[in-house]
């Protein structure tokens, strides 16, 4: 099983600065990452697939990069709707799919 | 407009068994992989079960083989989780999603909003 890890898991940030998420898998995945968004008590939101493509109707601040085991989602100016969690998942070696444990962004 | 509506979830004893549904609208149902994510309270995401397009394929986490069969309707575009034995580890809310392509190897694009199964006697 491919094990993901997002860090930091808490991203303080004040609004209009960038952030940048990192995910690392235990193996290569090659591109096969995508990028989810989750506010309280919704469901998650797709932002990224395939590493690095916008899924419809996600803003171009929205930006995923990375190959292999690394992966980087950067936000390149967070906006006050911008402030949730973040998960990364990969659709390589399945199953299973696995996520990372997520990345919380928060208002510094 | 894709549209995701979960039910069938509940309190139920250890041991126990619960069907959900997923109806689903807005797509052309057969031509797209569907997935179960759990998610339990204050936990991340977990994956738990997918089925191909024309239902010939299901895969599922160990956690949940062996209990939980998933399966799909197209003539009432419809998705289901069946899940036997139930454990307090299993208490979650269940969300089913929908692939973005034919086969489950594919990010998900599009999610309901879920619901609450809970194990406890």
């Known amino acids: 099983e491919i094990v993901m890890t997002q860090s930091p898991a808490t991203l303080s940030v004040s609004p209009g600065e960038r952030a940048t998420l990192s995910c690392r898998a235990s193996?290569?995945?090659?591109?096969?990452l995508a990028w989810y968004q989750q506010k309280p008590g919704q469901a998650p939101r797709l932002l990224i697939y395939?590493?690095?493509t916008r899924a419809t109707g996600i803003p171009a601040r929205f930006s995923g990069s990375g190959s292999g085991t690394e992966f980087t989602l950067t936000i390149s100016s967070l906006q006050s709707e911008d402030f949730a969690l973040y998960y990364c998942?990969?659709?390589?070696?399945?199953?299973?799919?696995?996520f990372g444990q997520g990345t919380k962004v928060e208002i510094k | 407009e894709v549209q995701l509506v979960e039910s069938g979830g509940g309190l139920v004893q250890p041991g126990g068994s619960l069907r959900l549904s997923c109806a689903a609208s807005?797509?052309?149902?057969?031509?797209?992989?569907m997935t179960w994510v759990r998610q339990a309270p204050g936990k991340g995401l977990e994956w738990v079960s997918a089925?191909?397009?024309?239902?010939?394929?299901?895969y599922y986490a160990d956690s949940v083989k062996g209990r939980f069969t998933i399966s799909r309707d197209s003539s009432k575009n419809t998705l289901y989780l069946q899940m036997n034995s139930l454990r307090a580890e299993d208490t979650a809310v269940y969300h089913c999603?929908?692939?973005?392509?034919?086969?489950?190897?594919?990010?998900?694009?599009?999610w309901g909003q879920g619901t609450l199964v809970t194990v406890s006697s």
């Open positions: 089925i191909s397009g024309s239902g010939g394929s299901t």
């Open positions: 999603a929908k692939n973005i392509v034919v086969v489950p190897a594919a990010a998900v694009d599009y």
């Open positions: 193996q290569s995945i090659r591109s096969n």
């Open positions: 395939g590493a690095s």
């Open positions: 998942q990969q659709y390589n070696n399945w199953p299973p799919w696995t």
């Open positions: 807005g797509f052309t149902f057969s031509s797209y992989a």
